[in-house]
């Protein structure tokens, strides 16, 4: 998302308008969001993630033919992916991780999982990524799906933070276990 800030405002582009909107203001060191917005009736509401004109993110899993390929590739016996909140976290992972492009995995994104056998949840290390987690294991396990979760290390927010090498040696139990 493009955002700037000016006169006390953050203002953001709107992507379907080509134009900037104030949508939140400076107030004792926090933002606020303006009282429309905050009540919902806004005509757009700024998000993080981006797709595709009539895609919508629920229904993706970015990375997903590059973690097929993967497993393939690598002649997985238990095709596996490794299931992250946005795709700079899938980048620090590369394939097989798979971004959802937000903290929550919908029931459309878990049925598009299915021909991995083995899917690991690597969540931020936040409140939003502990709810992820619940509600990934209440969307994949009556689905039957076989999953695991990988916890992040305290001293990390998401693997995006992490070393390539640490993020590696983390992942490396779950991979060997596929082989």
Known sequence: I??????????????????????EYEQDGEWIMRDDYAQGAYKWKPSKYRTATGCHRNQIVMGFDDALRWNTDNNMSTPI??????????????PPACAILGKSLSTEQAQLLRPFKKIVIVMDNDDAGRTGIIRAQSILGPMGLDYEICHIPDTFKDVGEMAYMNVMLML????????
């Not at 493009?2 to 949508?23: F, L, N, R, T």
């Not at 992916?81 to 590369?94: C, T, W």
């Open 2 to 23: 493009i955002d700037k800030v000016e006169d006390g405002w953050k203002w953001y582009w709107h992507p379907y308008e080509s134009q900037w909107e104030a949508i």
């Open 172 to 179: 490396e139990p779950y991979i060997t276990a596929c082989i």
């Open 81 to 94: 992916v490794f299931i992250v909140e946005g795709p700079l976290d899938a980048g620090r992972i590369g």
